[in-house]
């Protein structure tokens, strides 16, 4: 049996219940190999059918299905809060010089962090690149941000067009009035970034937004020294970015922290300036939040969800005994 507060996945509405997938290999992945694998086709109409009944069973086990199962009654702390991630996924989110993976992971994970550590806050996200977009409002659902978190990507580097912070300023106002027009718990905003400007653009002010904060931390990402950037190209393959500037003489692109322009929103906003080999530091805001906000302690019904991996690895499992029976007959 297993909560679906471990279950940080795709939701698929299904008649009238919910169906959780949590691949363990990607699914475009498996789907590659099981093709690979029917290549090899075996002779004779009844094994080749076999071998297809194989890879579809192995296809599915692969998804890791879950299904509802009795609901369970849990207690949770909830803070009387709300919570805003302000996520820059610009291409240079996924440069290479955090603790020797990309920005973005990092980013991930210290997300999750926040929302484990202030469950029962209603949390929302914004992210941004050439455009802002809220992509959910705010929501106690810790599950539901963690994967909304998770499936933040960056543009392709076709369809970006420079790097500007402004662009998220018109949505991270709006949703801390909503919140605070609530008028239902303090308000704190992360806003995430390696503060790099590509465009002609200058930074704004931030200051209009200082009223409606009442706590929070810009993340800074990034080293001064910079990192290079690998993104999917066309052919589904990791593709180093290149700086096209001098087209006689590409170089690999390379993006670096400007702690400058994270300093002054994170003065506008009346937060504190976090560069993020400090993880302490975000623990120390997170402490003063969990002190200032209202917590109550409340009963709250969660949904169970059911393994179902034994349903096609049995059935497996006798195929190739079959096999194995039949290629000893064969002998």
Request: charged letters at 25%; hydrophobic letters at 45%.
């Amino acid at each position: 049996m297993i909560s679906n507060s471990f279950v940080e996945n795709k939701i698929i509405e299904l008649m009238s219940g919910k169906i959780a997938i949590y691949p363990v290999i990607p699914i475009t992945t498996m789907a590659i190999i099981c093709v690979a694998i029917l290549l090899f086709k075996r002779r004779g109409v009844f094994p080749f059918i076999r071998q297809i009944i194989v890879v579809l069973l192995l296809f599915l086990l692969n998804l890791r299905i879950l299904i509802p199962d009795a609901n369970m009654t849990v207690t949770q702390d909830n803070l009387d809060a709300y919570v805003l991630f302000v996520v820059d996924d610009t291409i240079s989110m996924v440069a290479e010089d955090y603790n020797g993976g990309s920005r973005m992971d990092a980013v991930k994970n210290d997300c999750a962090h926040i929302i484990d550590e202030l469950q029962g806050a209603r949390f929302a996200i914004i992210s941004f690149n050439n455009d802002s977009q809220v992509m959910t409002p705010y929501s106690d659902d810790t599950t539901f941000a963690k994967s909304v978190i998770n499936s933040i990507q960056p543009l392709q580097e076709f369809y970006a067009t420079g790097t500007t912070l402004n662009v998220c300023k018109d949505d991270m106002i709006d949703m801390l009035v909503r919140a605070k027009e609530s008028d239902s718990g303090n308000v704190y905003v992360f806003f995430i970034s390696d503060g790099e400007i590509t465009s002609d653009e200058e930074l704004d002010s931030f200051d209009d937004a200082k009223e409606y904060v009442d706590g929070g931390a810009v993340l800074g990402y990034g080293t001064e020294e910079g990192g290079n950037m690998h993104l999917l190209n066309y052919m589904d393959e990791m593709e180093l970015v290149m700086d096209n500037r001098v087209w006689s003489n590409p170089q690999p692109a390379v993006s670096k922290l400007d702690e400058d322009n994270l300093r002054d929103i994170a003065r506008d906003l009346g937060v504190e300036y976090i560069h993020m080999t400090k993880q302490q530091k975000v623990n120390d805001v997170l402490d003063e939040i969990k002190d200032s906000a209202i917590s109550q302690t409340v009963e709250k019904v969660e949904k169970n969800y059911h393994e179902t991996y034994y349903w096609f690895a049995i059935p497996i499992a006798f195929m190739m005994i079959w096999e194995f029976v039949l290629l000893k007959r064969k002998k």
